[in-house]
């Protein structure tokens, strides 16, 4: 058990990308900032989340164990490591991961506008009206990316660093950081979005237990965001043309599709290289 990390310092290619990624939403967010002034409170929060966000990856990519020294690694940001908590993939993994994630976004998106119970998390509001109902479902769904960074991400690897490294048990440590992350982005949800949202706190406290576990497991962030920026982005669009029955199909079908063509891509891979899940 004393092996088990959720992250390490290892610089590759995918955490290069979802670095450079959350650099965009971070210009993203300031230019919506800078050009739309009736939104600058709103924007500049959320450009000071992804901001900490982007500094705390950076100290984890930086920072590490002195030797000789015995400090744990922190602050362990979940980022993209090569495979999952318990199992290897090997090349699959990136294209299990964008399509598992791509499937989430594009099925939980269209499930939403049929009113459906996926609709669970409530989403940050802006009003600009120059950017149209697209523009503004984007803006709340980098939103919610821009709170992952914290609340999904750096905060629960940190706990599970902490917990681990004192209490010497590293499951211990995984069950103590995802239920930490409840209560962490509940509060923080409501005192954010008011007492109009206690009624949703418990529903927040859920997901963001099912956002870090995912995290967790597959030791990435593409499905938490992925889920994440669809709730918020959904929310704000159906919200302002309307919804219809005929998206819930919409949704399934897109899904299953997304999850088919990842499926043979996968096996497409596997035949080549020869290995075999779980190898």
Do not use: C
Not at 202 to 220: D, E, K, P, Q, S
């Amino acid at each position: 058990m004393a092996e088990l990390e959720i992250s390490t310092d290892e610089i590759g290619l995918g955490k290069v990308l979802v670095i450079l990624f959350y650099l965009f939403i971070t210009l993203i967010i300031l230019w919506f900032s800078a050009n739309y002034p009736e939104e600058q409170a709103t924007a500049t929060w959320y450009f000071g989340l992804s901001m900490f966000g982007l500094i705390m990856i950076t100290m984890d990519l930086v920072i590490k164990k002195a030797g000789g020294i015995k400090i744990p690694d922190v602050p362990n940001t979940i980022i993209w490591e090569k495979g999952p908590l318990f199992a290897k993939f090997g090349k699959r993994w990136p294209i299990i991961m964008v399509g598992v994630a791509a499937a989430f976004a594009v099925g939980n998106f269209f499930l939403i506008g049929s009113h459906t119970i996926t609709q669970i998390v409530a989403a940050p509001t802006f009003q600009a009206v120059e950017l149209g109902s697209a523009g503004t479902a984007l803006m709340s769904g980098l939103a919610g990316i821009s709170e992952n960074m914290i609340f999904i991400y750096f905060l629960p690897a940190t706990i599970f660093a902490l917990i681990a490294y004192f209490t010497k048990n590293p499951i211990l440590a995984l069950i103590l950081a995802i239920l930490i992350s409840m209560p962490t982005f509940a509060v923080y949800h409501f005192l954010r979005y008011g007492t109009a949202q206690i009624t949703n706190t418990v529903n927040v406290a859920i997901m963001a237990g099912i956002w870090t576990t995912i995290a967790f497991l597959t030791r990435n962030t593409l499905i938490s965001d992925a889920w994440h920026f669809s709730n918020n982005a959904a929310i704000i669009y159906w919200s302002s043309v309307g919804s219809s029955a005929i998206t819930l199909w919409i949704g399934m079908i897109g899904m299953f599709a997304i999850l088919a063509v990842t499926g043979i891509a996968a096996m497409k891979v596997s035949s080549r290289s020869g290995r075999l899940i779980g190898q």
